[in-house]
C-alpha cells in the first residue's frame, strides 16, 4: 500500500478522479469509427487488440491490426467495436456490444484516466442531455430532453454567466446572485418597454410588460405570482415589478417633466414606489437565511386607468407573523422598525418614545440579533421617516396604525416582563 501523506490545507479536488474531463469526452467521440470495419481481436500480450476487417472469405476474417500485420482468424474471434460515445462509459451495461474485449477496453481506458471505480444506476436514474444547442437556454420548455437534471444544469450554467433570469414555458425562474446587478435602471426597463418577450432576454421586466399589454389589449385584470423559498429574491422581485409599472404607467406631464428636469415631488408614481420602505420597516425581518425576510403575505392590487396610466394602489391582505414580536431565534431578530428607531438617526424620536440609548434594555427586540452586516439601521429609518411622506402616505399611517402600533403596543404592554397589573390596587408597579 502507498505511504500515508499527511493533509496539509484544503483537501485536494476529487473530480479527475470521478469525472471524465468534457475535453477528454470531445476527444474520444471524435476518434474515426466504422462500425463495419472496427474490431476487436485476441491478443496473448494485451488481451485484446482493435483491428480493422480488410475482408472475408468463408469463416474466416482478414483483420489489419497497429502494427501493419494482417492476420486471419476465425469469425468467432472477431468481436465489434462499440461507437466512440462509450468510451470510458460509467455504466458498461449500457453499451451496445457487450463482449469480453469491450469490457476489458472500457476498464482498462478508465483505468489509465485515473478512474478506478464503475457506478452502475437503474434506467430510471439515468436521465438523456440535451444537444449543444440548448446550452444555456433562455426558455427550457424548448429542451429536448426536460427533466430535473437537464433543468437545474442549464440554470447553473446561466447562474455561472451572471444570467439570473431563465424562461420556463410561462414561468420566469430567477437565481438569487446575493449580489447587485445593473439591470433594473430606467435604462434596461426601456429595453423591454413595448417588446415582446421572445425579442428581449428573460427578464421580470418582460413578464411585467406582457402582464400590462395584455391589460390594455383585453381590456382585463392581469396577476401575477411571486413565490419561492425563504431568500430566493421575492421581496426584491416584488419591489422591481412595482417599480416598473410605476415607470411605464407614469402621466405624461410627469415624462414631460422628466424630460425638462423638473422632478415634482409626491407624484403618484412615487408615492406607489415609496410604500415599500414603510412596509419592509414594519413587516420584514432577519431570518437565518435572510437579512430582510418578508414576514407576511400581501395582494398588492395597482390600479390603472382607461389610457394605462398608473391610477392608485392598494394592498387587499395582509398577514403578520404576530409571533416575532416578543420571541425571535438567536440567529435570528425582530423587524426592522425597532432598530431603525433606536438608531437615533431620525431626531426626537426616540425621545417621544421615551427609548433609553441601549436596545439590550428591551428583552422582546434583543433576544437574537440586534444588528445586520452590510445594512444601516439608520440610513433605512430615514427612508421609512413617515413625517417626511405625509402628504404622500396619509392613508397607509392610518392603515399602519390600526393594524400594527395598536397590536405591538397591546402585545408589549400585556406581556413584558417588567410590568405587572394589580387590579386590587388599580394602578401598576414594576416586578422586582
Known amino acids: ?248 404607467g407614469a402621466s405624461t406631464k410627469k415624462e414631460e417633466e422628466a424630460a425638462g428636469g423638473v422632478k415634482k415631488k409626491g407624484s403618484l408614481e412615487d408615492q406607489v414606489v415609496q410604500t415599500n420602505p414603510v412596509l419592509e420597516a414594519f413587516g420584514n425581518a432577519k431570518t437565518v437565511r435572510n437579512d430582510n425576510s418578508s414576514r407576511f403575505g400581501k395582494f398588492i392590487r395597482i390600479h390603472f386607468g382607461p389610457s394605462g396610466k398608473l391610477a392608485g394602489a392598494d394592498i387587499e391582505t395582509y398577514l403578520l407573523e404576530k409571533a416575532r414580536v416578543i420571541s425571535q431565534q438567536s440567529l435570528e431578530r425582530s423587524y426592522h422598525i425597532f432598530y431603525q428607531i433606536m438608531s437615533g438617526s431620525v431626531k426626537g424620536v426616540k425621545d417621544m418614545c421615551m427609548l433609553s440609548q441601549d436596545i439590550h434594555d428591551y428583552y422582546y427586540v434583543s433576544q437574537g440579533k440586534t444588528t445586520i452586516p452590510g445594512m444601516d439601521d439608520g440610513e433605512e429609518f430615514q427612508l421609512t421617516d413617515v413625517r417626511a411622506y405625509k402628504s404622500v402616505l396619509s392613508s397607509l399611517l392610518l392603515f399602519l396604525e390600526l393594524f400594527f402600533f395598536i397590536p405591538y403596543t397591546i402585545y408589549l404592554f400585556m406581556n413584558s416582563p417588567h410590568i405587572d397589573i394589580r387590579r386590587s390596587a388599580g394602578r401598576l408597579s414594576k416586578r422586582r
Open 1 to 248: 500500500m502507498p505511504r500515508v501523506v499527511k493533509q496539509e490545507g484544503d483537501d485536494p479536488d476529487p473530480t479527475p478522479y470521478l469525472f471524465v474531463s468534457l475535453e477528454q469526452k470531445r476527444i474520444d467521440q471524435t476518434k474515426p469509427y466504422d462500425a463495419k470495419k472496427a474490431c476487436w481481436v485476441p491478443d496473448e500480450e494485451s488481451g485484446f487488440l482493435q483491428g480493422e476487417i480488410r475482408g472475408t472469405k468463408g469463416d474466416l476474417v482478414t483483420v489489419a491490426l497497429p502494427n501493419g500485420e494482417e492476420k486471419s482468424l476465425k469469425k468467432d474471434n472477431v468481436y465489434p467495436v462499440n461507437p466512440p460515445k462509450f468510451e470510458k462509459a460509467e455504466d458498461m451495461a449500457d453499451m451496445t456490444y457487450l463482449n469480453d474485449a469491450s469490457v476489458l477496453h472500457n476498464l482498462r481506458q478508465r483505468y489509465y484516466c485515473k478512474l478506478i471505480y464503475v457506478k452502475d444506476f437503474k434506467k430510471d436514474q439515468v436521465g438523456q442531455v440535451n444537444p449543444p444547442k440548448y446550452e444555456k437556454c433562455e426558455d427550457m420548455s424548448n429542451l429536448t430532453y426536460l427533466n430535473d437534471a437537464s433543468v437545474l444544469y442549464n440554470l447553473k450554467e446561466r447562474y455561472y454567466h451572471k444570467l439570473i433570469y431563465t424562461y420556463s414555458g410561462l414561468f420566469c425562474v430567477a437565481i438569487n446572485p446575493y449580489k447587485r446587478f445593473p439591470v433594473y435602471t430606467n435604462r434596461c426597463a426601456k429595453l423591454y418597454r413595448g417588446k415582446r418577450r421572445n425579442e428581449v432576454p428573460p427578464h421580470i421586466f418582460a413578464i411585467s410588460d406582457g402582464a400590462y399589454v395584455n391589460m390594455l389589449t383585453n381590456k382585463e385584470n392581469q396577476s401575477m405570482l411571486i413565490t419561492g423559498e425563504s431568500g430566493a429574491g421575492k421581496t426584491e422581485n416584488t419591489k422591481k415589478v412595482i417599480a416598473y409599472f410605476a415607470t411605464v
